[in-house]
């Protein structure tokens, strides 16, 4: 078979493609229709000319197999692998109805820092759970990760694509490259192939520079050649995260900086401690609630300034009250229509019984008086009260 499949040809008896969904470095992704249960599923088919590449095979069947034992929210589900009656294997996944994350972060536009951390602690979910089983991803950057409409809500998260996980990492043939990944978010020491080194660390590197990419709206390396990023990830520092989002602060810097370490050992122990450690330090800055509750996927606006501004101010002069003024007019509630027209009917309903039964007129006189006294009588209490407090 010299050809990619053809749209609406069934494969293994039951998937249909029916339209092109994404290229990658050893498959295509087709939208598929079950034939059967007529659900649309994603099919993961290997590339024709790989077909007969053991190396190629035997990585999309570990792929399968490691997918399918991750059941987990945040990972992307495998439900079916088979060949096709041409020898070509395919992979069956869950459709995700969503987008790459590299859509939603803008290049140089950062995301809202809370919005940013939700989607953070969703990947270090995903990720403990595949290290939980011996697994690391090795490959983890924005097009890995799919944020899918759930509840309201568009960045509920999918990470996909283990393909160069550590268990089929491990396991390579022996004339496979060492270095395999994506440079702007690899460890260095995926990046230098040491073997010994790769763990569950190394794809705590990758969220701490994924994480600097959405709090700040840059990726921590680039130089656009591999060797040119590769160089600096084993030897260069970048520029704190607080360079580009002085908002974030020096207790964001650090969490960022010791996920980033070159040595794995100065890492933390886990992504899990990882991400717990940059909400603490997204709390300890937010001091304001207002400036970092904004809905997700929303770059943060730019502060409001004002003639005088002090470090303190949060509101402008001319809207600044005194607490007891605030009390008082909280407890203001102006009438709707509604209750408006309502009280006029019963003043005109009032009047017209007053005037036309006479026996009441004496009795309404009265209870005017009444009523004239004693908002007199609380007139005078809140006169008293106004000079006491001056």
Known sequence: MDAAPAIG????????????????GCGDVYVARHERLGSEVAVKVLHPSLAGNAQALTRLRQEADIMSALRHPHIVQILDFDVTESGVPFLVMELLAGRPLTEGAISGTPLEPRAALHIIDQIAQALAAAHAHGIVHLDLKPDNVILVPTDGRDDFVKVIDFGISRAIWHDRPGNEPLITGTPEYMAPEQTRGVAAEIDHRSDQFALAALSYRLLTGHEPFA????????HQVVNVTPAPPSHWAPWLGAGVDAVIDRGMSKASVARYPGVAAFAEALAAAIDAVAIDRRRFS????????????????SADDSEPPERRAEPDTLQFLRKIR????????????????????????????????????RTSAEVLRIAAAIDRTIMVRR
């Open 294 to 309: 904004r809905e997700p996927s929303q770059p943060l606006p730019a502060e409001p300034t004002w003639p005088g501004m």
């Open 334 to 369: 102006t009438p709707g229509p509604r209750r408006r027209v309502a009280a006029l009917l019963v003043a005109l309903a009032a009047a017209a019984f007053v005037w036309f039964v006479p026996a009441s007129r004496n009795v309404a006189r009265t209870a005017w008086h």
């Open 9 to 24: 040809t069934v494969l293994g008896e039951s998937y249909r493609l029916v339209r092109p969904l994404a290229q990658g």
């Open 223 to 230: 130089g656009g050649e591999p060797a040119v990023i590769f």
